[in-house]
């Protein structure tokens, strides 16, 4: 399910420099598993204690770190402790988010962050330096707009929520809320000293949603981009056999201890046995329509690199057969295209209840008792949910999309559904789950070239909000600069000798 209310760091869309880039394009190789859960939990919340040398505090007092400027930004005064409360937020949101993914990106978490270079020039601390700066940045733009616009936003409920997670986060930890906090936030930060960066943003936030809400995204538009971008959104059927090669044991030897040893198969060998599973897979192509798998709604990130070309072929038709060979797995596809189409499934709107322990006889019980209505339930989520998304709003939850949702909820959600519908169920991710139905919206694939060019605007207006900005290094303690300088001019040196070359 898409987050109900995105922080700035994740929503704000600023410009990719190539010390960005890099790490996108890492991301974008390694093999994302797809989550399978209702909801996205805020990931400033679910932070855990992370008792690991990656934060190196300078050796400064409590009240210099308190009251001296550590940095500007746009002219406002950023202490030690408000810099460390952004750096160490970057830092748990990057791993809350990548943690699968960390050892393949270079991170190391029981290792200062100085000390691991994520460039040739750069440092994983450079790149959290440059993250801390750049959410301040935008946030304090955010709200000197936001202010200077009149929007107003109570931000109240939001921190008071926030801290009550820290609570019980430390609790869970077993250490006390001020160790937790400084453990997390930096060695001075407090809950007073950090309630002023909750307080802005959350505010940020409320007024970044604001204006993205207030952005024009037209049907011609979102059918532009459709057009221009089918194989994305498109879905196939298709029928399927697999022909596996018989690839015979290597030859097995014993040494002097009797140790046995079976040697790979050679060449030889590999390529007779892939020889034999083609001639079966072309003998198949005669009985793949009335024998293979079926498969459908296949979109073409779910499709097999070695046959997604040919299935999203846009000369593809109906009753179209081929053998695809896979010399990696030592197999042959055989393969007959059905069909392909634009999914029409739509997202809907419901209220979500999420609680950790088995509420749901209860949640039943008295959701009967008091009319089985949309206000009743709201009040259901106020005393029972526990998640600081699904007990804000009444628990109302807009553009759900299938590939947010287990499948038990899934189904039961964009089934027939009629509003009031309500259903209880346990999550893929081990949570506890009531649902209200409201109502059906738009289809998917609308709903995400919508979100995709609205954060494009929402780029473009970030990029505006903040380029005028200036940062003053006071303490000179920031060194992300310098080094992502070098960084960016030894690529550019590679990339004209590359061309030079051609």
Not at 363 to 391: H, P, Q
């Amino acid at each position: 399910m898409s987050d109900k209310k995105n922080t700035v760091t994740e929503t704000s869309g600023k410009v990719m420099t190539s010390y960005d880039k890099k790490v996108q394009r890492r991301k974008e190789e390694a093999a994302r598993a797809k989550k399978e859960a209702l909801t996205s939990k805020i990931t400033t919340a679910v932070v855990v204690l992370l008792v690991v040398a990656v934060i190196a505090y300078f050796p400064i007092s409590k009240h210099v770190a308190t009251t001296s400027t550590y940095a500007t930004v746009d002219g406002q005064e950023i202490t030690q402790v408000e810099f460390d409360y952004y750096y160490n937020f970057g830092f748990i949101n990057f791993v809350n988010q990548n943690s699968y993914l960390l050892s393949y990106l270079g991170l190391d978490t029981t290792v200062a962050l100085d000390q691991q270079m994520y460039g040739e020039y750069t440092t994983w601390d450079d790149y959290f330096q440059q993250a801390a700066i750049t959410n301040i940045m935008q946030t304090k733009a955010l709200v000197a707009e936001g202010k200077a616009k009149g929007f107003e936003h109570d931000t109240t409920a939001e921190v008071e929520a926030h801290i009550q997670m820290l609570e019980e986060s430390a609790t869970s930890a077993g250490v006390t809320l001020k160790n937790y906090i400084s453990t997390t936030f930096g060695k001075y930060a407090t809950v007073k000293t950090i309630t002023p960066y909750l307080e802005e943003s959350y505010y940020a936030s409320a007024y970044y949603e604001h204006v993205s809400a207030s952005q024009e995204v037209t049907e011609d538009e979102i059918t532009e981009y459709y057009n221009e971008n089918k194989d994305s959104y498109d879905s196939v059927d298709f029928k399927l056999i697999t022909v596996e090669a018989e690839i015979p044991q290597g030859e097995s030897t014993v040494d002097e201890e009797g140790n046995a040893t079976v040697a790979d198969p050679t060449e030889e060998q590999i390529a007779e046995a892939m020889a034999a599973a083609k001639e079966e897979a072309d003998k198949q192509l005669l009985f793949v329509e009335a024998d293979g798998e079926v498969q459908e709604n296949v979109k073409l990130s779910g499709a097999s690199y070695y046959y997604s070309d040919w299935l999203f072929d846009a000369e593809r038709k109906a009753g179209d057969t081929t053998v695809i060979e896979d010399n990696t797995n030592h197999c042959y596809y055989v393969l007959s295209f059905t069909d392909r189409y634009l999914d029409e499934t739509k997202a809907v709107t419901a209220r979500v209840i999420m609680t950790t322990a088995d509420q749901s006889a209860a949640i039943e019980e008295e959701f009967k008792a008091n009319g089985a209505t949309e206000d009743a339930f709201i009040a259901l989520v106020e005393k029972y949910s526990e998640d600081t998304y699904t007990n804000q709003d009444g628990g109302l939850y807009e553009n759900i999309t299938a590939s947010a949702l287990s499948e038990e909820i899934g189904d039961w959600l964009l089934g027939e559904r009629a509003y009031g519908d309500m259903f209880t169920a346990k999550g893929s991710d081990g949570y506890y789950y009531a649902l209200y139905f409201v109502e059906q919206g738009n289809e998917e694939w609308k709903v995400d070239i919508d979100y995709i060019l609205r954060s494009a605007d929402m780029s473009d207006y970030m990029a505006a909000l903040t380029e005028a900005i200036e940062v003053v290094d006071v303490k000179g303690k920031l060194t992300y600069e310098e080094n992502l300088a070098k960084e960016e001019a030894a690529q550019a040196s590679a990339e004209a000798e590359s061309t030079e070359a051609e």
